[in-house]
């Protein structure tokens, strides 16, 4: 088997505000053999963000040719900024290192086209819709029409939960990434066999 057979891809998917940027990044520290996939974006950096670590920040314009010219294998236009997965970077890293997708129901939908991908779809969600106010308050990254926008997208997003594998509440940070480590291991155990 050669190491492409063998490494996974797993996407994490929820409504913003749900934990899944931190489980990821989670995910990377205990397991080096997982790369997180660093998506493109037009929208502008956050204060903490670094560009080529948490998202390659572009032009709208260049990220439009980008998808005239199809180099995407996924790409959704979200709260006004367009996000994307270019197919390069993932065909790259694969062959060395298994992957992570911190992406929405839209790329999701799009990457499952592609059946070469061995997929492990993970949707995460809050408990009910009050903790996910709270949390977007708590985080502090965005206006408050943003949150709202976010809030408001909530329902939309969890009508999607039906094209994923597994679906985690996310009501304790340590439990959840339990659950996805035993997701990981189990996956990795089949693909050995």
């Excluded at 939908?109 to 709270?134: C, D, G, H, V, Y």
Aim: with cysteine; charged share 35%.
């Amino acid at each position: 088997m050669t190491k492409v057979e063998e490494n996974i891809l797993v996407i994490l998917s929820s409504p913003s505000g749900v934990g899944k940027t931190t489980l990821t990044k989670k995910i990377q520290q205990k397991y080096q053999s997982f790369k997180i996939s660093v998506s493109h974006t037009t929208r502008p950096p956050r204060s903490n963000e670094v560009d080529g670590v948490d998202y390659h920040f572009t032009s709208k314009e260049k990220f439009e040719e980008l998808i005239k010219t199809k180099k995407f294998y996924e790409y959704a236009n979200i709260f006004e900024n367009y996000y994307g997965t270019l197919k390069a970077n993932v065909d790259e890293i694969i062959k060395k290192n298994d992957i992570l997708f911190d992406i929405d129901w839209q790329g999701t939908k799009q990457l499952s086209k592609f059946k070469k991908l061995k997929l492990i779809k993970i949707f995460l969600i809050t408990s009910n819709k009050r903790e996910l106010k709270k949390r977007l308050l708590k985080r502090d990254q965005n206006t408050t029409a943003e949150i709202d926008k976010r809030f408001n997208s909530f329902d939309e997003d969890v009508k999607h939960w039906k094209d994923y594998d597994y679906i985690i509440i996310n009501e304790n940070l340590e439990v959840c990434f339990k659950q996805i480590e035993s997701i990981i291991e189990y996956n990795k155990n089949l693909l050995s066999i």
